[in-house]
């Protein structure tokens, strides 16, 4: 499997869900639900670009700890904004959560495809 070809697969259908869940949240509950959607999806791809690249410094022959340590603390610090953005903003839960599965999603979606087409 290739991992360039795998990640640019995944970011379309994250762009995808995104965009479909984002309508959907709007249509179901309003705008603010549909922004708070938003904002889950755009940490959860935040977190996945993170973790490729993690994935990549780990993967190359010139393997850098501190790279690898800092793509770590992203991570947190993603966490930490999230938990700010809910509590001065008071965004509702349920859609937050939901954006940050899309990535989770998109991954899944582009591994049964690659099971079942390559």
Excluded: D
Aim: proline share 3%; with cysteine; charged share 15%.
């Amino acid at each position: 499997m290739n991992l360039e070809r795998f990640v640019s697969n995944v970011a379309r259908w994250k762009l995808g869900l995104a965009a479909a869940g984002a309508l959907a949240w709007l249509l179901a509950a309003g705008r603010l639900h549909a922004l708070a959607f938003c904002a889950g999806a755009l940490a959860s791809a935040a977190s996945f670009w993170f973790l490729t690249q993690l994935v990549k410094n780990v993967g190359s022959e010139k393997a850098n700890p501190a790279r690898a340590a800092l793509g770590a603390i992203r991570l947190a610090v993603i966490g930490c904004l999230l938990f700010v953005i809910m509590e001065n903003y008071r965004l509702p839960q349920p859609p937050l959560v939901t954006g940050l599965l899309v990535a989770l999603a998109a991954i899944s979606i582009e591994v049964i495809r690659e099971h079942f087409y390559a």
